[in-house]
């Protein structure tokens, strides 16, 4: 009897992964809403004020596209970054199966950086970035949720600090092994906490952005390029305007 049970829930896990989501990003499209040309000054400030991401070491998922949307009426550029997968939670039948994430760089009317918001886990993190050169971003393992790079990591909410998203690494191991029989994954995060909060391999941003917009509302543009299942988080950072 205990034998059949064991059998039943092997199925039933089974079933469960088949059926969790894929991945489906679109072919890039050729003529994209409000896009603008590279030659444009909008497009050019765009990728001179992109961060400098650093990744992990053992950061497991690939950087798929990026769009960059510049503000038509403010002084703020959003950078949308689509990473193939997210470490946890891959099995889970209607899950969203891509991870899209954000950065915004505020800046002067001398096109300098000014502010630098990021979107972690729920929360919009900002650091002021004025007379501190190029914008840079350390982006967590696995999950790529942003932080400024060198950001204070004890003023983070206390749910969503690094040392219960290292927790959360361990004691969601069998979370990860359900997410590697529906695509290829990390079966673990195997080093310490120093290793965890490691973030020392540099990627520029700039030459990675796919497209750039200009309008205070991109949904159309991101799901043209994204996929319809993108994660449809927040457009800017508090005290800006549609």
């Known amino acids: 009897m205990q034998k059949d049970t064991r059998f039943s829930v092997f199925i039933a896990v089974a079933l469960l992964t088949a059926c969790g989501p894929r991945a489906d990003i679109p072919v890039l499209p050729r003529d994209v809403e409000s896009s603008i040309a590279a030659e444009d000054t909008s497009a050019q400030l765009a990728r001179a004020l992109a961060p400098l991401l650093y990744l992990h070491p053992d950061e497991p998922f690939e950087l798929e596209r990026v769009v960059a949307v510049v503000h038509p009426t403010h002084r703020v550029i959003a950078y949308h970054m689509l990473w193939s997968d997210d470490a946890h939670g891959a099995w889970v039948p209607f899950t969203k199966p891509i991870d899209e994430e954000i950065v915004w760089v505020g800046y002067d009317a001398d096109h300098r950086p000014t502010d630098l918001w990021t979107y972690w886990h729920g929360s919009i993190l900002h650091s002021d970035w004025r007379g501190k050169g190029v914008t840079a971003i350390d982006v967590q393992w696995g ?38 029989l529906s695509r290829p994954g990390p079966w673990c995060f195997c080093r310490g906490f120093a290793r965890y909060t490691t973030f020392n391999t540099a990627i520029p941003l700039a030459p990675r952005i796919d497209v750039v917009v200009r309008t205070a509302n991109p949904r159309s543009a991101l799901r043209a390029i994204f996929s319809a299942r993108y994660a449809d988080k927040p457009l800017w950072p508090p005290g800006f305007i549609m």
């Open 143 to 180: 999950k790529h949720g942003s932080l400024p790079r060198a950001a204070r990591l004890n003023g983070l909410p206390w749910h969503q600090s690094l040392d219960v998203f290292f927790l959360m690494s361990w004691l969601g191991i069998p979370d990860l092994w359900l997410g590697t």
